[in-house]
């Protein structure tokens, strides 16, 4: 089962749907419990970085999803939910993240339009099982303002350029993160939702 953390911010109710297509059980929870109990854990995300670790942090979901890392279940991060991840986000502030990943999270240079919203390609960096049976380059639906501006080289698995190089997939051991959304990126969503199933099963 898989948990998707329910933080009352999040894109929730279509990756269920991708899920489903997948048959991929999944539940959409907040109960400490139940998250202890899955075999894996998914953090979508949508809107701010300080409202999205305030909602995480008041439900007393920080404490239990590091718990939950530190003993090696793994956790897929999406769109927001990868940048929480990481140690610091300057999102309008300064606020600290979930340090799952070495790095911090920085508006996307104004030299291009913000925000990043549509479609873009991803280059790969390195062999992972996430990556199976896709392309050299791909396309995937991205919508968001800010991206994580350092990071670990050897979590970066695949980039897209906007404005610059932006990471688009990480990942260390357990932890996973995609800047952009699968749920909504068509075929190509779907098969990297499926090769991640597959890769934690």
Wanted: charged share 20%; glycine share 10%.
């Amino acid at each position: 089962m898989i948990a998707i953390i329910d933080y009352g911010a999040g894109n929730i109710k279509s990756l269920q749907f991708a899920l489903d297509k997948l048959n991929k059980d999944s539940v959409v929870t907040n109960d400490p419990q139940i998250i202890r109990d899955a075999s894996s854990i998914i953090l979508p995300g949508v809107g701010a970085f300080k409202d999205a670790m305030d909602a995480i942090n008041e439900l007393g979901l920080a404490s239990i999803l590091k718990q939950e890392v530190a003993a090696g279940k793994p956790i897929l991060g999406i769109c927001l939910g990868m940048q929480l991840f990481y140690e610091r986000s300057y999102e309008d502030g300064d606020w600290e993240g979930l340090g799952f990943l070495k790095g911090n999270v920085s508006k996307i240079k104004d030299i291009v339009k913000v925000p990043h919203m549509g479609w873009n390609t991803i280059t790969k960096h390195q062999e992972s099982s996430l990556l199976n049976d896709l392309p050299e380059n791909f396309y995937v639906y991205f919508v968001h303002s800010y991206a994580v501006s350092s990071l670990e080289e050897n979590a970066l698995v695949g980039s897209t350029q906007y404005g610059g190089v932006v990471p688009a997939i990480v990942q260390q051991g357990n932890v996973t993160g995609m800047q952009f959304h699968p749920e909504k990126s068509g075929d190509i969503g779907i098969k990297l939702l499926q090769n991640y199933g597959e890769m934690i099963s």
